[in-house]
């Protein structure tokens, strides 16, 4: 399996903006399709958004669509959370899991996941 470490989290004044990165180690993010989630205090984890390894497709969570871009530099084995105009109720550890592309399933569940990052912390204050 692809080892992920998250960084970039940090804090941040609401309207403001920050970029998540997500690298792979061990293996590349060959083949791999990619997914950001985050877990409030107290809340269960969500989807945030997905972007596929053959053509970059993306999808994104409704509370996120506009604001969040999802993006991938293959040659970095990276992905990216480029996140604008943030909310206090944006604040969460933010995690990156991988998943093989061949691999069925929802992808807005967080089980539909191989592997995972230890998470990154954004605080978004008011």
């Known amino acids: 399996q692809v080892q992920l470490e998250e960084s970039g989290g940090g804090l941040v004044q609401a309207g403001g903006s920050l970029r998540l990165s997500c690298a792979a180690s061990?293996?590349?993010?060959?083949?791999?399709?990619t997914g950001w989630f985050r877990q409030a205090p107290g809340k269960e984890r969500e989807f945030v958004a997905y972007?596929?390894?053959?053509?970059?497709?993306?999808i994104y969570a409704d509370s996120v669509k506009g604001r969040f871009t999802i993006s991938r530099d293959n040659a970095k084995n990276t992905v990216y959370l480029q996140m604008s105009s943030l909310k206090p109720e944006d604040t969460a550890v933010y995690y990156c899991?991988?998943?093989?592309?061949?691999?069925?399933?929802?992808?807005?569940?967080?089980?539909?996941?191989?592997?995972w990052g230890q998470g990154t912390q954004v605080t978004v204050s008011s």
């Open positions: 899991a991988a998943v093989i592309k061949t691999k069925p399933g929802v992808v807005r569940t967080s089980t539909f996941y191989d592997s």
């Open positions: 061990g293996r590349t993010f060959t083949n791999y399709n």
């Open positions: 972007i596929t390894w053959t053509y970059s497709a993306t």
